[in-house]
């Protein structure tokens, strides 16, 4: 796994077939994807070049029963997940796992922010750390927004107090509101925003680098999947596009060329 403390370094689909959804991110981002080995298990991760950048799951049958639908989630990198979650709770969030083992990786939670946005905590185990890589290169995450429950603000103070993230700027939108830029150290890695009526529920949205939005959103119909916005240019000349994969799980791209 990626990068350092604070900060998303993993990122997991699960969904309701798994081979499916393996053979359109494969066509759609071109990930290279091996088995993990993981015992009683089938668990595949994703790679950009040799990097593993994420990894694909079945949705396990206790959570189907509760309800989870095909979806992706994202593991912020915490030094410590089990005093986390407990801070996570304290400030009004919720856990819907507790913290756990993953057998030779690390430690693990799945949560969520008080206006509902389901993410995972992660504290690898000593060494697993990889250097950090460059947020633009294809089949990476770019950038990582929030459609915040409870409105951007709110959502801001809850991560900003649990993981040091800073605003950048704040965009007028009009009628929808303000767009947050936030980020590290000045650079920026994501947005927030108040979530649209429309959209079903809080959820982080991850943006994967392509190259060429045009041909992804052919690529994108031609295996299955739904184009629901876009292509559309946003501020610093980038196009993205939001969709669905075939099993309705949703995931956007992004790219720095038409």
């Not at 590290?184 to 943006?207: C, L």
Request: proline share 7%; no cysteine; hydrophobic share 40%.
């Amino acid at each position: 796994m990626a990068q350092g403390d604070n900060h998303f370094i993993w990122y997991e689909l699960m969904t309701s077939d798994q081979p499916a959804a393996e053979a359109f991110y494969r066509a759609v981002v071109g990930w290279g994807m091996a088995d993990a080995g993981q015992r009683g298990m089938r668990y595949t991760i994703l790679s950009a070049g040799a990097r593993g950048v994420g990894g694909v799951m079945a949705i396990p049958e206790e959570a189907r029963r509760a309800g989870v639908t095909p979806s992706w989630t994202g593991y912020i990198a915490v030094p410590d997940t089990d005093a986390e979650a407990r801070r996570i709770v304290e400030s009004g969030g919720t856990i819907h796992r507790q913290p756990d083992d993953i057998p030779n990786v690390g430690r693990f939670a799945v949560v969520a922010d008080p206006g509902g946005a389901v993410f995972q905590l992660f504290t690898p185990l000593p060494g697993a750390h990889e250097p950090p890589i460059d947020p633009r290169a294809p089949g990476y995450v770019g950038w990582h927004e929030l459609l915040a429950g409870n409105g951007q603000a709110a959502a801001f103070a809850f991560y900003s107090s649990h993981f040091g993230w800073s605003t950048i700027e704040t965009l007028d939108m009009g009628a929808m509101g303000s767009y947050r830029i936030i980020g590290t150290d000045g650079v920026p890695f994501g947005g927030m925003m108040d979530k649209p009526a429309q959209a079903p529920a809080a959820v982080w949205n991850f943006y994967v680098n392509v190259d060429g939005i045009d041909a992804a959103v052919r690529r994108v119909e031609q295996h299955g999947g739904t184009v629901l916005m876009g292509p559309h240019e946003v501020p610093g000349g980038s196009w993205i596009i939001q969709a669905v994969d075939p099993q309705d799980a949703s995931f956007a791209l992004v790219s720095r060329s038409r």
